[in-house]
Every structure is written in C-alpha cells, then in structure tokens.
C-alpha cells in the first residue's frame, strides 16, 4: 500500500486519490502514444527515401498519421528552385488551390517571410485578412490555422512546409520541436535525393553517351576479359561481346596484346589492324584508381576502311593529276616534231614504189610515228582530270585503252597478253576513264606476279564476257596469269587500304582498294580467284546497261 501511494505521488507531484491516478496515467499514457507517433513519423520519412516511393505518397503516409495526433486537414510542400518559391505537392489534392509549379510571389507572403526570416511561423487567420496574400487562399480552403516550417540544409533554405488546420490551435513547445525535428529531416532527405537523382543523372548521361559513340569502345580487366562495351561494338561484331577474350575477338596475338604493353609502358597504345575485310585504328588507354594503380583497360575501336579508301582515291587521283600535266606538256612539245616526222614521211612514201627497200623504211617511220601519236593521246585520254561524268561505254574499249598504253611494256618483259574479248558484248554504264583505272592496276598486278616467276612462259588473259546471275545481267572482265598466286589467307585482305604482300618500294597497297571502290561506285564488285603457286584471276563484275 505504501508503495502505491508513493507511485502516485511520484506520478502526480501531490497526494492523489485513486481517481487522480488513473486520470494521470491516462494522460501520460496518450502523450506517449504521441511520442511514439512522432518518432515512427520521422522514422517513416526516412525510410521513405530509401525506397522508390513518391513526394506523394510520402506526404499522404505523414499526414495519416499526423491526423492521430494533431488536428492537420492540409499539408503542402514548395521547393526553392533557381531564386524562385515553387508549389511541388499538396495533400490532400482536393484541397489545391494553386496549380502544383505555381510560382509563389515574394510580395506580403508568409511563405516568403519563412524563407528570408529562416524562422517557422504559426498564424492563425481572421476572415477578411488581407495583410498576406496567402490569407485569400486560406479562407477560401476554409484553414484557420497555419504552421509554416522553413526546410533548411547546410544552413540554407531549400523549402517550406505548410501545415494547416480547419480549426485555431495552439501548439506547445514539444509539438514545435517535433514539427522542427520533422522538417530537419525531411530537408536532409529531399537533398539527399536531389543528389541522388544528380548522381542518377549523370549516370544516365554517361551511359547514353556511351552507347551512342559512333567508334566501338570495351572496357577490359587485365586478363583482357570485355567487362562493357557500347552499341557500335554490339553492332559491328553481332554477338554477346560480354566475358569475351579481346584479343582472340581482335585476332590479336596475345603476347602484342595492348593491354601487355600498357601495362609496361603505362601508356597509351596506338595501333592499325585489320578485322573482317576491315581496317580498324584501336587505340588504348589505362584505367587507374585512385591510387593510381591499373586495374583495367579502355579500347576504341574505328573503322577508317571508308576513310582510307578515300585518302588512297585521293593519292591516285593526284598522280593522275599530275601526270596529265605531264602528259599535255609531253603532247606539246612532242606533237610538233612528230607531225613534222609523219608529213614528210607521206611525201617521200609518194616518191618510191611498194617494192623499193626504201619505201619499206619509210613506211616503219610512219607507223612508229603514228604509233607513238596513239600513245600520246591514250595517255592525254587516261590521266584527263574532267569530272567523272557517268556515260554509256564499252569495257572492251577500256581494254584496248589501257593495252595501248602498257601492252607493249608487259609483252617487252617476256610476257604474253592473250585477249579474249567478246565483241557484242553490251555496254555499261559508268566512267571509260575510272574503268580504265580498274583495269591497269589489275594488269600491273598480274604484270607485277609473273616477275617473280622462273617459268618458260608467262601468259596473261583478259577476257569480257556476259553472264546472268541470280536473274541479273552482268558484264564481267577476268584478268587471268599464271603468276605466283596469293595465300589463302590474305585472300580476305588484300583490297584492305595499304596492304600489299609486294616487296618495299614495289607497291603501296592502294591500286586494289582504289579498283574495288570504283567497282562499288559503278554497282558492281571485284572478285578473285586464287591458287598459291599457280596463278591468279581477278574478276571485274559491273551491272549492264539497263
């Protein structure tokens, strides 16, 4: 008995009566029930960020049980945004006034006031007030009290909450702590997730980028494992490029391995190789940490065929140049004297009869003389820098075109050009000069093959012919010898820009990427048939005239 009367005396402060105490107790018992519902509201708001879940929803969870507790109808959120008071969310919706994005004006407003003051404010409204403009809103929602709590991180204000009831209450020191308490970490929560959704961004940002660069770039371990790649590499190689070996996808000896010499020099590595009938320029750079130590390797990957294919275009295309430089001033100076040779050559021919030894003479100067006015003009006709203006034709005329200006040099080395060309073959329609072009790079190759043959006849054959394939009409141009022949596997490199199996200084590895561009640009393709030790066929496949 003594102990309860000393329990209600502690629970009281006075002697109290049985009625006291379970008054007391009731009393004590609600206001920890409150306390509780606070902390489980700011727990709750934690816990809120920390999954995917709505400024929305986050308020209606709050509000719900705020209302245990505090007499709140109405709780709205506006957020500093570039200088400027913006209206973000309101719960419940139907008590909206402004539409959400509303911007709050800086003029007679409490919300203003909050944040330049950095205080809350609790004001209960009179009808008919009009000393701020919010006061207009409140009436009309019917809100007769109001606690406006300034949202604050890193000692500036990033907000302000509105807390409003339908009825003037009063709130004592323990209920302003709570709601101080409450917005302190809600304001720690939205600038977390400000900085969240920063970080999301930027990631976002990034990987966009990175999937969008037009060059294929990797991401590779030491080991030389693909820990990420983008889209154009995706695109390029058509399969899951994930865990995969980069040297073996690159076709990359691995003791040349990049990543090898990366990790000796620990420096970037540039290099030029050659995947899929491509030309590629990789180029590789480390990955440190923030010790500076290596722990991976980042890879571009460009294709530059195109661009090659272009530059070697582009070189061709200046020494035709100047060669027809060349060749005009040559024509010139050689024109005049060689008219002067063929002139009097005919006089003398009418002086003396067929059978004179003489007239036999004669008639050799006149036909070395009309012979050398033919090169002449084949060279004017081939190295004629005009625009490259499509036309009918006939490839059988870029044969003999292009036979005018070497043949003889070809037959001098002991080589025989047997022709087989079909005479009603059709016409095409494209460029004489560019499939000349075609042509004499295709000869000098075989020309170039036989050199270096020991055997007692070296024979070239051009041959025309019409084919159909595949319901198409063809007109095809094969130059056959029986020349040394190509490995099997250079076969799929030899018209990548700047290779060549030729000895230094016999060749630049552009005459067969320029010829297959060419092809290309006319419609058509180059083919080649090839047998190590036995010869050579290179098949020019070009579209007939429709």
Known sequence: MNDRQQLIS??????????????????????????????????????????????????????DKLKTIFPVERISLSLCENHKLVLTNVYPAHSLYFPIGFVLPKERSLYWKVVQSLEKIFYQIEEDEDLYVEAAVYNALGVRSVLLIPLISKG????????????????????????????????????????????????????ETFRAVS?????????????????????????????KDICKLLSINPKESPIVEILETKKSVHRRIHIQQRVCELRSYPVLNEKQNMYAVIMYLNDITEKLQIEAQLVQSGKLAAIGEMAAGIAHELNNPLTAILGNAQLLLRSFSKDDRIY??????????????TIIQNLLTFSRQ??????????????????????DQICKQNISIQKRLDASIELIEGNLQQISQVILNLLINAKDALEEMDIPEKIIVIETKSIVEAGEHWVVLSVRDNGKG??????????????????????????????????????????VVSELGKGSEFILKLPKKK
């Not at 302190?184 to 977390?192: K, Y």
């Not at 693909?226 to 695109?235: C, F, H, M, T, V």
């Not at 018209?495 to 419609?523: C, D, M, Q, W, Y």
């Open 10 to 63: 502690l629970l009281t402060g006075v002697q109290s009566s049985k009625k006291s105490y379970y008054t007391e107790l009731k009393k004590m018992v609600t206001e920890l029930k409150k306390k509780n519902m606070q902390l489980e509201i700011i727990n709750d708001i934690t816990k809120s960020f920390n999954i995917d879940i709505s400024m929305d929803e986050m308020l209606k969870n709050s509000m």
């Open 215 to 243: 060059e294929m770039i990797f991401l590779v371990d030491l080991e030389g494992n693909i820990l990420r790649y983008n889209d154009a590499a995706n695109e390029f190689f058509q399969v899951d490029l994930y865990k």
């Open 386 to 407: 005009d625009e490259y203006r499509f036309e009918d034709c006939s490839i059988n005329d870029a044969v003999e075109q292009v036979l005018g200006l070497i043949g």
């Open 360 to 373: 036999k003479l004669l008639f050799d100067i006149y036909s070395c003389g009309k012979r050398c006015k």
């Open 156 to 207: 500036k204000v990033i907000g302000v909450l509105s807390i409003g009831s339908k009825e003037k209450v009063v709130y004592d020191e323990d209920d302003l702590s709570f709601f101080q308490q409450f917005c302190d970490q809600l304001a720690v929560c939205i600038e977390n997730v400000r900085l969240y959704n920063e970080v999301l961004t930027s990631k976002k940002e990034w990987e």
């Open 486 to 527: 190509i490995e099997e596997q250079h076969l799929q490199e030899i018209f990548n820009p700047f290779f060549t199996t030729k000895r230094p200084g016999k060749g630049t590895g552009l005459g067969l990427s320029v010829s297959l561009g060419i092809a290309e640009a006319h419609g058509g393709t180059i083919e």
